[in-house]
């Protein structure tokens, strides 16, 4: 009885957290709508075939922000549907085995507990029947997507899976039906972006405008480089002696991406204290 509440809680929980993360609006978002529209075109969900799109780019690029606008646009039109965040780390963490069960637990709304690397017949018989949606996000092996989604006679007509992957290689051993790079935002659309985060606002004020245009290029169009700078900015007043420090600890952000996914870097964090009155 005690682990069965556990595991409620846990499902519970995910539950929500998953609810948390795909109840934002990303659609006004700068530079997503007109993405948003071009990933949905390679889903061809007037077909009634099986399809398989992966979108690939750099960390911190938008692929997981694409993928959850997505899912919130249309996950409503199919039988089963989940969207699994982190698929690099919960593998690792908890083993392809339990993250297959996530995936069947959520798509066919029951508490399974499978354990075994193969699916029993009635599980399969059931998945050949309905339409579902899933995201994969951020997988970094091909065997991961191999496994928790199978071939192509899994999953019932008109079933559509969205693939996110740093690395391009993972697609090169599955049946992926179209990729979609994702590319930096343009100078315009990252100025917009920072401007939003450091300024509160779509216009950059005149006053800062040349040294936003210096993060702009350091960012090198990515947009979390872009927000964790403009929230850094937000409400601090550079002191122009020490642009130079501002300079540098933009070079190292975005020179280094993975400082971007840091609580806050220790080599950042003293640029930031000496740049601004912290």
Not at 9 to 33: A, E, P, Q, Y
Not at 52 to 69: E, L, S
Not at 215 to 235: E, H, I, M, Q, T
Request: aromatic fraction near 10%; charge should be neutral.
């Amino acid at each position: 009885p005690e682990a069965r509440l556990v595991d409620e809680i846990v499902k519970d929980i995910m539950k929500k957290l998953k609810d948390k993360l795909l109840s934002r609006d990303f659609t006004g978002s700068v530079g997503v709508n007109s993405r948003i529209r071009h990933i949905k075109s390679l889903l061809h969900l007037g077909l009634p075939d099986f399809r398989i799109v992966g979108i690939w780019g750099m960390g911190g690029i938008g692929k997981t922000t694409f993928a959850g606008a997505i899912f919130n646009q249309i996950s409503s039109e199919f039988e089963g549907e989940c969207f699994i965040t982190n698929v690099r780390e919960e593998s690792e963490r908890v083993g392809l085995v339990h993250l297959r069960e996530r995936v069947l637990s959520e798509i066919l709304e029951e508490n399974l507990k499978i354990g075994t690397l193969n699916l029993p017949e009635y599980i399969k018989e059931r998945l050949q029947q309905m339409k579902v949606f899933i995201v994969l996000d951020d997988v970094n092996k091909p065997e991961q997507l191999i496994f928790l989604v199978g071939g192509l006679d899994r999953f019932g007509p008109r079933s559509r899976i969205i693939v996110t992957t740093r690395d391009k290689q993972v697609f090169d051993e599955c049946e992926v039906d179209s990729i979609y790079e994702v590319e930096g935002l343009n100078k315009d659309e990252s100025l917009e972006l920072f401007s939003n985060f450091a300024f509160r606002q779509k216009i950059c004020p005149k006053d800062f405008l040349v040294l936003s245009k210096r993060v702009v290029d350091y960012a090198n169009g990515n947009p979390l480089a872009l927000k964790v700078l403009g929230s850094f900015f937000y409400r601090k007043s550079v002191k122009p002696e020490k642009q130079c420090c501002f300079n540098r600890g933009c070079r190292l952000l975005v020179a280094e991406p993975r400082y971007i996914f840091l609580p806050l870097s220790f080599m950042f964090l003293v640029t930031l204290v000496a740049l601004f009155d912290l």
